[in-house]
């Protein structure tokens, strides 16, 4: 089974700053896709945003980018502007060319107004 | 937007009760999945169905069973619930091998607990 570990249990940020949540993988494939998703309390997780590892760039969606480093097997993520809504857990996720999903232990990130 | 929906949010059993939990989504993906949350230890998979009436399992299938009969439904089985299968429990689907490069939908949770 693949591995996938986030080193970082709980994580805080004051408001309008940026932050960064690590994630790095085991896998012994060349293609394969990563995703971030997002578990406000209490509510549904959702995607953040992903990458696709033929991709050298690295993904953006609006305040939220990653930092994909292929060779080195790390994929984190990066919050810019922090606002009280982003607070909730984040998972990291990996897919191969199969049908399972492999997360990590997620990392709880605080917003301090 | 896909919709995963599970039947219940909060569902409370007493210890050796027969338990069901079901999940219906709407945007015929092949794939549906059970998953447990507990803190600290992330999501760990129960069972996948990649097709109807296929099924394969996760990392954690003892005490579970899961039936997909239709599609767009997949239900998760507690045969004798136990008190240590007190969790938050997700439910999830997305499309197969084919588009690997699209995510898992899932649905908001139920958060079962064995009395």
């Known amino acids: 089974a693949q591995t996938v570990t986030q080193s970082q249990p709980e994580m805080s940020v004051q408001e309008a700053e940026t932050v960064t949540l690590s994630c790095t993988y085991d896998t012994s494939e060349s293609d394969y896709y990563l995703f971030w998703y997002k578990q406000p309390p209490s509510r549904q997780m959702i995607l953040v945003i992903r990458q696709e590892a033929y991709k050298q760039q690295n993904a953006t969606e609006n305040r939220f980018s990653v930092n994909f480093q292929k060779a080195a097997k790390s994929f984190s993520l990066k919050i810019s502007d922090s606002q009280l809504g982003d607070a909730a857990m984040y998972f990291c996720a990996y897919r191969s060319g199969g049908n399972q999903f492999y997360f990590g232990t997620g990392t709880s990130l605080t917003v301090i107004p | 937007d896909v919709k995963v929906t599970q039947s219940s949010r909060y569902l409370v059993k007493r210890t050796g009760e027969k338990v069901f939990l079901e999940c219906v989504q709407d945007m015929d993906h092949e794939n549906m999945f059970w998953y447990r949350q507990d803190p600290g230890l992330g999501l760990r998979l129960i069972y996948f169905s990649y097709d109807v009436k296929m099924k394969e399992k996760g990392d954690i299938p003892e005490g579970y069973s899961v039936s997909r009969e239709k599609k767009e439904r997949f239900s998760l089985i507690l045969e004798s619930a136990s008190t240590n299968q007190t969790s938050m429990y997700l439910c999830?689907?997305?499309?197969?091998?084919?588009?690997?490069?699209?995510?898992?939908?899932f649905g908001d949770g139920t958060r079962l607990s064995i009395l």
């Open positions: 999830a689907s997305s499309f197969p091998t084919d588009y690997s490069n699209q995510p898992q939908h």
